[in-house]
Structure formats: structure tokens, C-alpha cells
């Protein structure tokens, strides 16, 4: 490891350890890595986002390849800044609304095909008798229990209560398995750190 990555890592592993150490309280270490993270973040994406968006969809179509009609855009965007004027607010409105309305209808078919459709055409494949089949089977009442959980138009009682219960076991079922997804992942990120400490503790001392 040479010396400027042996300096950076130690950064890192002081950047760790100072997050780390608001497992104890909160203490001026934490807040000067919250804040250092919050900060270059900022600044990352500030000039990310411009560079990308900005230079490559005003700068370059406007005066480089004289698409002329990106003005309109681009005066939509500059008419967004107009949110911190009391004065001018409203033009941002007219902004919004048109952001709000390409948003919607170009998220809409792709939400409907992607949370819909798909997952209705995942809960009608053919069962068999093999363990694809099986699991298919169990998918199909699982769904079938969890949309009868909210029909609210017929009471929860004899046959169609117990569905609901089924229902009722099949959605906690799916939220802890998410749950356990989500904390398995931010452990993985805990081990990761861990394992970086160890590791340039080991270089840094020549274990």
C-alpha cells in the first residue's frame, strides 16, 4: 500500500470510527463526519447533476448543436427559482404543472406494467407437480387470502374470515421477510466496515 492510499484509508477509518462513536452519545466527532458527509454529497451531486443535465441538455443542444426549441425547457426550469420570490412564486406553478403532468403520464404505464401486470402474469403461471408447482400454488392462495383481506364489502366471518386470516398471515409474512431483508443489508454494511478497520489496522501495525 503506498503512502497516499495509506492516508486515505486512515481518513476513512477516522471518517468510521467517528460515526461509529454515536454509539456511545452524541458527541462533536459524529456531527463534524454528518456534516462532512452532508457537505461533499451536496457538492458531488451538485456538479454531477450539472454536468449531466444541465450542460449536456441546455449548454450543448442550444449552442453547439442549435436546437433552439430546448429554450422553452430551459425556461421552464429557470422559472422553478421563482419559488423564492413572494412576488414571482406563481410563475413556478406553471412549472410544476407541467412537470406533474409528463411525470404522471410517463410513470403511470410503466407502474401498471410493472406492479400490475407482471405480477399477475407471475400469479398465473401453470402448476405442476414439481416444487416450481408447488410454490406457484401457494403464491396463487396467498394472493387470493391477501385481496380477500381487503374486500370490505362482505363480513369477515366463516369460510371468507378464515381467507382473511390467511391474508392477514400471508402480508405479515411478506413484511418480515422485507424487514429482514432491509436489516440483513444494513449489517452486511456494518461487516464491510469492520473488515476495512481490520484490515488497515493489519497494514498500518504489519500484522
Not at 151 to 167: A, N, P, T
Request: proline content about 2%.
Amino acid at each position: 500500500m503506498t503512502t497516499s492510499e495509506l492516508l486515505l484509508n486512515g481518513l476513512a477509518a477516522f471518517l468510521t470510527l467517528c460515526i461509529f462513536s454515536f454509539l456511545y452519545k452524541d458527541n462533536p466527532f459524529y456531527k463534524f463526519a454528518e456534516r462532512l458527509v452532508a457537505g461533499v454529497s451536496a457538492g458531488y451531486w451538485t456538479m454531477l447533476l450539472y454536468h449531466t443535465s444541465f450542460h449536456d441538455k441546455v449548454i450543448v443542444p442550444i449552442f453547439q448543436q442549435g436546437y433552439w426549441w430546448y429554450i422553452i425547457p430551459t425556461i421552464l426550469g429557470i422559472m422553478m427559482w421563482t419559488r423564492f420570490s413572494k412576488k414571482w412564486a406563481w410563475l413556478s406553478r406553471i412549472s410544476l404543472a407541467f412537470y406533474m403532468g409528463i411525470a404522471t403520464g410517463t410513470s403511470i404505464p410503466v407502474v401498471m406494467y410493472a406492479a400490475i401486470y407482471k405480477q399477475l402474469e407471475g400469479s398465473m403461471n401453470q402448476i405442476t407437480t414439481d416444487a416450481t408447482g408447488i410454490n406457484t400454488l401457494l403464491m396463487t392462495i396467498g394472493l387470493i387470502c391477501a385481496v380477500s383481506y381487503f374486500y370490505f364489502s362482505k363480513e369477515h366471518d366463516g369460510w371468507f374470515g378464515g381467507m382473511s386470516r390467511v391474508g392477514i398471515y400471508t402480508l405479515m409474512i411478506g413484511f418480515g421477510a422485507g424487514f429482514g431483508l432491509t436489516v440483513m443489508g444494513r449489517i452486511a454494511l456494518l461487516i464491510e466496515r469492520i473488515i476495512f478497520l481490520r484490515d488497515y489496522l493489519l497494514v498500518l501495525f504489519g500484522g
